[in-house]
């Protein structure tokens, strides 16, 4: 069972909105920088927001996050089918000097 | 151009130990900002963060593996290394390796993995 806490499935229509939601505690989201990474089974996750809400270079503005005290959600605007992939959020836990994952969010473009 | 690799068997049998290599390039292990971090994704299920290891040679376990984890790392070789004791088929997935940007405690440079089965 995984630390952070994310709803297993989300899907939406080319061009939709669709949000993610990830839930922890004072440990680590409470405390810590949000990230959140898109993965393709086959491939290396790949880190789509950093520092909460940052985009690093390469990553469309479709894709945006925010926090507010133990939650973090992440939007996906302007649905593409090469979105459909799954969703970890993740946060360090200051008692394990690590970071802790949510359970994954899969996507399913309609 | 930062890239990192695992390396390990694709197979061993349970009770083994597993030993995975993650040799990094592009950047220094003894560099204070980034760590390196390993996370297995078992199939169909959620990513697991397993262990960390700092410049500092600071290190820190999942607390459920915690007994059966060991990371180091070699800085002239650019390596870390991680073994897994007393395998089961419930440690089959694939293993990645990750850059740790200590300041942002983000995962932004990631292994394309290695995948490991368990089985007699």
């Known amino acids: 069972q995984s630390v952070l806490t994310q709803t297993p499935s989300a899907s939406g229509t080319p061009g939709q909105r669709v949000t993610i939601s990830c839930s922890g505690s004072t440990s680590n989201i409470g405390r810590n920088f949000v990230s959140w990474y898109q993965y393709l089974p086959g491939t290396a996750p790949q880190l789509l927001i950093s520092r909460n809400s940052h985009r690093p270079s390469g990553i469309p503005d479709r894709f945006s996050a925010s926090t507010s005290g133990t939650s973090a959600s992440l939007a996906i605007s302007g649905l593409r089918s090469e979105d459909e992939a799954e969703y970890y959020c993740a946060a360090w836990d200051d008692s394990l000097s690590g970071p802790v994952f949510g359970g994954g969010t899969k996507l399913t473009v309609l | 151009q930062v890239t990192l690799k695992e390396s390990g068997p694709v197979l061993v049998k349970p009770t083994e130990t597993l030993t995975l290599t993650c040799t990094v390039s592009?950047?220094?292990?003894?560099?204070?900002?980034?760590?390196v971090t390993w996370i297995r994704r078992p199939p169909g299920k959620a990513l697991e963060w397993l262990a960390h290891i700092l410049s500092s040679d600071a290190k820190s376990y999942s607390t459920s593996l915690k007994s059966r984890l060991t990371i180091s790392k070699d800085t002239s070789r650019s390596q870390v290394v991680l073994t897994l004791t007393d395998m089961d088929p419930v440690d089959t997935g694939t293993y990645y390796c990750?850059?740790?940007?200590?300041?942002?405690?983000?995962?932004?440079?990631w292994g394309p993995g290695t995948t490991v089965a368990v089985a007699s």
């Open positions: 990750a850059r740790v940007r200590m300041g942002f405690r983000d995962m932004d440079v």
């Open positions: 592009g950047f220094s292990l003894s560099d204070s900002r980034v760590g």
